[in-house]
Each structure stands twice: as structure tokens, then as C-alpha cells.
């Protein structure tokens, strides 16, 4: 199985930017499509952004696009999620998956534990 860490999480302001990075052990990175979720207060996990396994391919939820940019590193074996223009509706624990599918596969995905991200108004 793969391992996956995420950082880069914390407290911002409204229109500001943060970087996000997931760093994944384990298994061949290149072999999975990599994906990002989130999870806000009382409300249910949901779907951000998904790369493809050479980086090819990338989708977005409505909600981000335009603000948020999916890129991976295969050779670091890393994914990144750059959030710009973040506003306090994107508060919420951020989660990384690998996938052998893409778009990704929620219920065979391998996840992170999480990294907070917080937006003030």
C-alpha cells in the first residue's frame, strides 16, 4: 500500500494563498491518480481536485475552479494543491488520496490524515 503526509495547512486570510503538498511512501507514486478532498465542520467529505497518474489530466470541483491548481512531482513523489484567492468557505481538513482510477475512486482510495486549513473573514 502507499503512505501518504500532508502539509502546508493553516490559518490565512481571506484572498490570501496557501500551498499544500502530500508527500506519498510505499508504492510506485506514478502508478496512482492522486486526488485532493476536504472535509468542513459538520458536513461531509468532499471532492476537490484530481491529477492523472503522469500528470496529464486534471479535474475540478465548480467550487474551486479557477482558484485552486492540481501538479504533481513523480520523481518527489509528490502531489500539490495551490489555493489561491481562498475564501472562508474553504475551511476545512484536507485530505489526499491515491487512486488506482481515474477520476478517482473514493472507495479504494488510500488517504492522508488530514491537514487543517483555516480562512478568516
Known amino acids: 500500500q502507499v503512505q501518504l503526509v500532508e502539509s502546508g495547512g493553516g490559518l490565512v486570510q481571506a484572498g490570501g494563498s496557501l500551498r499544500l503538498s502530500c508527500a506519498a511512501s510505499g508504492r510506485t507514486f506514478s502508478n496512482y491518480a492522486m486526488g485532493w478532498f476536504r472535509q468542513a465542520p459538520g458536513k461531509e467529505r468532499e471532492f476537490v481536485t484530481g491529477i492523472s497518474w503522469s500528470g496529464g489530466r486534471t479535474y475540478y470541483a465548480d467550487s474551486v475552479k479557477g482558484r485552486f491548481t492540481i501538479s504533481r512531482d513523480n520523481a518527489k513523489n509528490t502531489v500539490y494543491l495551490q489555493m489561491n484567492s481562498l475564501k472562508p468557505e474553504d475551511t476545512a481538513v484536507y485530505y489526499c488520496?491515491?487512486?488506482?482510477?481515474?477520476?478517482?475512486?473514493?472507495?479504494?482510495?488510500?488517504w492522508g490524515q488530514g491537514t487543517q486549513v483555516t480562512v478568516s473573514s
Open positions: 488520496a491515491a487512486s488506482w482510477s481515474f477520476p478517482i475512486a473514493t472507495t479504494d482510495a488510500y
